[in-house]
């Protein structure tokens, strides 16, 4: 029953991460990643996609898909038809499932994040409608895929998972959003095990309309720098396996950390803008760490939202300067947006799996092209390579509309 | 356990603002008539049902944040203002801590059209002041800032069933006292390119906009004499489970019926999309009321008219409980059940 629950547990389980997927312009699959945000790499090229001769910037982190995708339950005729939102989901849901060897587990919900789902899929309904409209030919087709819960039901049937399907559509804290729902789901005693992540492909309404804002960096993206212009867009997806301890130990399951908070917020101040002072991003993240039973002094990594915008990254320093007080100054605080772009839908998954992969391998993504930290920071920001002792990582994401999340996750020894 | 109580329900629909309008054209159980909307390049025009200009225009039209705004989120304020006033009339106290729900499924399409279609023509002139409202979650973004309170604000995707999926969210929130109340709300606004998808599904189907809103409480003082009893597992589609087979599984999770309840379902009078729902409920002994079939494909809108009707029957006192059934288009089965409390 969705309602009413059955009769809570006295304690809360806790939750396990037992499986991650990721995909972004660095690369696919974990290894990739986790290499090209150890060193700090930079995936922005010229956008291909569609034409942005007329837009007032003209690159973004697009990613190369592979040719061929997992085998799956998915005939391999479907399987091509997909979008790429879709194609990049299915990745990083089929690598986090194969990690965290599912495959005996089907009854499993299933939690996405998304801004835009297939937009691509809409734009191309739009332009036959319009332009061509006396053709039907695979419109019903474009509706139907257009849609996240289409989207969503095909990673269900690629990956024969048969519970239910939630999708969350906050903005850019989508992903951060699914990753807390499904959290507190499990905490709920709801479910022993459930797939969760975010996903958002490259779309040109969505470029425009970043553009229309002057929202996007025509001279690259540069999160809390004192020269910051605007964000870079990327496109990506990530997802977890994520496991009430018990269920994870009673099948021996390999554990790879732990979701110990998640803080959930809004934002009134404006549809577009930050309260200038971050008191919603001080929120999640002190509702976070109540949760987690921790205080910021115990928080070893701030991964950022960062987007490279000067309200976003002003209020969120302020934010971060309120919520560490005197331990602030002691903080490693990176935007991996640096690196990868903005993922909207998709960046709160990505940005918590990027936790995840330091708190594995003991290392501090750094925002290489940072030149000059906004005064307003008060904290260290990684700008090197550096490996460190991360035991507890802290990812912010923060949308339109003012939706804001902060996840902590904690190291597995 | 302590119980999840309906507090007030607010409806904005193709036959008015308000849910008296929607009882109205309820009980009459006459299809509304439809608006000829022209599509481009086509001699026929397809068949809209649109919500009709409220008139005294509402005050909330007003606000700084709406004065912009989509239909959409107008439509979600207006059903979920209504849907709070209603609590309040009925002695309910302003919650301190609001939780939000706003479950779409096509949300914000008139400016996304009008965006892309700028942008087709030439980015340079598309309106950044359309961006932000083609956003999924601008109608709660707006809500929330109009009511001014909500610590918790979600927007759910979804076929209609994911309605219900919003009030079991809602009524996590007030079993964990994380807010004292929740207004869930279903939006959707039409235009001619979204009647166009839905054309090719079912010529015969009529699309409509509007908006339902339930706020729910854990008082059973401040409810309307409604208590939301149980919401079923959601019944997903797939290779392995038909949409028929989905339906009946959530069938067989609600009660068998007595004549003196009633299920609120999702058909609309279409034999083919119906087929499965009706299949499900052939047993059902009680009465039907099946709002889509006089306001049209209303999206998820429609389930959350479903919830309203269903309610607002209950708190009428005319019938001791209210089965809800929505058997979605492409992703799930849900069923609810509402009964009639002493409150």
Redesign the interface.
């Known amino acids: 029953m969705l309602f009413p629950p059955a009769n809570s547990r006295n304690e809360p389980p806790r939750v396990v991460i037992t499986g991650a997927g990721i995909v972004t312009a660095l690369g696919i699959g974990w290894n990739e990643n986790a290499e090209g945000f150890r060193t700090g790499r930079t995936a922005f090229r010229p956008v291909t996609l569609f034409d942005v001769s007329r837009q007032r910037v003209k690159s973004a982190a697009e990613l190369d898909l592979p040719e061929d995708l997992p085998a799956t339950r998915l005939s391999k005729k479907l399987a091509r038809r997909l979008d790429r939102g879709t194609k990049m989901l299915l990745l990083a849901a089929h690598e986090a499932w194969t990690q965290a060897a599912l495959d005996l587990c089907s009854d499993i919900p299933l939690v996405c994040g998304t801004t835009s789902g297939g937009m691509s899929l809409g734009e191309e309904y739009f332009r036959q409608a319009t332009l061509s409209p006396s053709r039907r030919r695979q419109q019903p087709t474009r509706a139907l895929h257009y849609l996240a819960q289409t989207q969503v039901r095909f990673i269900a049937e690629a990956l024969d998972l048969h519970g239910p399907v939630t999708i969350i559509a906050n903005a850019c804290a989508s992903g951060a959003n699914a990753i807390g729902y499904a959290y507190e789901m499990l905490c709920r005693g709801r479910a022993d095990r459930a797939l969760v992540g975010g996903y958002d492909a490259l779309s040109l309404l969505v470029f425009s309309g970043f553009d229309s804002l002057q929202t996007l960096s025509p001279t690259g993206c540069r999160p809390f720098d004192v020269d910051r212009d605007g964000l870079t867009l990327g496109e990506g997806a990530a997802v977890m396996a994520l496991e009430t301890l018990e269920s994870a130990q009673g099948r021996h399951a390999a554990i790879l950390g732990e979701i110990i908070g998640y803080g959930a917020a809004i934002d009134r101040h404006h549809l577009t803008q930050p309260h200038p002072e971050g008191d919603a991003a001080l929120e999640t993240m002190t509702a976070a760490c109540a949760a987690a039973g921790i205080n910021a002094a115990e928080v070893d990594y701030v991964n950022a939202h960062g987007t490279g915008t000067l309200l976003n990254d002003s209020a969120e320093a302020t934010a971060i300067n309120r919520w560490g007080g005197d331990h602030a100054a002691n903080l490693s605080v990176s935007s991996t947006k640096a690196n990868v772009g903005h993922l909207l839908g998709a960046a709160g998954a990505v940005e918590a799996v990027v936790c995840l992969i330091t708190l594995r391998e003991q290392w501090l993504p750094p925002q290489v092209t940072m030149k000059n930290p906004d005064p307003v920071c008060r904290f260290p920001m990684v700008r090197q390579p550096t490996n460190a002792r991360v035991n507890i990582a802290l990812s912010n994401s923060f949308g339109f509309g003012g939706a804001n999340a902060t996840l902590i996750l904690r190291r597995w020894t | 356990?302590s119980g999840?109580y309906v507090c007030g329900v607010g409806a904005v629909s193709p036959a008015g603002w308000g849910v008296l309008p929607l009882r109205a054209a309820l009980s009459k159980g006459v299809s509304l008539p439809a608006k000829p909307i022209s599509?481009?390049?086509?001699e026929r025009p397809l068949l809209i049902r649109e919500v009709p200009v409220p008139s005294p225009r509402p005050a909330f039209f007003a606000h700084p944040?709406l004065r912009r705004a989509s239909p959409i989120t107008l439509y979600a304020a207006g059903a979920g203002l209504e849907a709070l006033e209603s609590a309040a009339a009925t002695g309910a106290a302003q919650p301190a801590k609001l939780g939000?729900v706003i479950c779409?499924?096509a949300g914000c399409i008139q400016y996304?059209?009008r965006?892309?279609?700028e942008?087709?023509k030439?980015?340079?002139t598309?309106?950044?002041l359309l961006?932000?409202?083609?956003?999924?979650?601008?109608p709660?973004?707006?809500l929330?800032?109009l009511l001014?309170r909500?610590?918790?604000?979600?927007?759910?995707?979804?076929?209609p069933a994911?309605f219900?999926?919003g009030?079991?969210l809602g009524?996590?929130w007030l079993?964990?006292e994380r807010v004292e109340g929740c207004l869930v709300v279903g939006a959707e606004e039409t235009n001619w390119?979204l009647a166009?998808?839905l054309w090719?599904?079912d010529h015969s189907a009529v699309l409509a906009g509007g908006a339902g809103a339930i706020y729910l409480t854990r008082s059973p003082g401040e409810s309307a004499g409604v208590k939301?009893s149980?919401?079923?597992?959601?019944q997903?589609?797939?290779?392995?489970?038909s949409r028929a087979q989905a339906a009946q599984k959530m069938r067989c999770?609600l009660p068998v019926g007595a004549p003196d309840e009633l299920l609120c379902d999702s058909t609309q009078a279409r034999p083919h999309a119906d087929a499965a729902e009706r299949a499900a409920w052939s047993d059902w002994a009680g009465e039907r009321l099946s709002p889509k079939a006089v306001l049209g494909e209303g999206l998820m809108a429609a389930g959350a008219w479903q919830c309203v009707a269903a309610c607002d029957a209950l708190a009428g006192q005319h019938f001791r409980a209210a089965n809800i059934s929505i058997v979605g288009a492409?992703?799930?089965a849900?069923g609810?059940r509402f009964v009639r409390s002493g409150g």
């Open positions: 356990m999840i599509r481009p390049g086509w944040r939000l779409i499924l996304s059209y965006f892309f279609d942008t087709l030439d980015p340079v598309a309106s950044p961006f932000p409202e083609t956003v999924f979650n601008a709660a973004s707006h929330a800032a001014e909500p610590p918790l604000t979600y927007t759910l995707l979804g076929d994911t219900l999926q009030l079991a009524a996590d079993l964990e390119l166009d998808v090719h599904f939301m149980l919401i079923t597992d959601a997903c589609y797939t290779t392995r489970q999770t492409n992703q799930q849900i609810a």
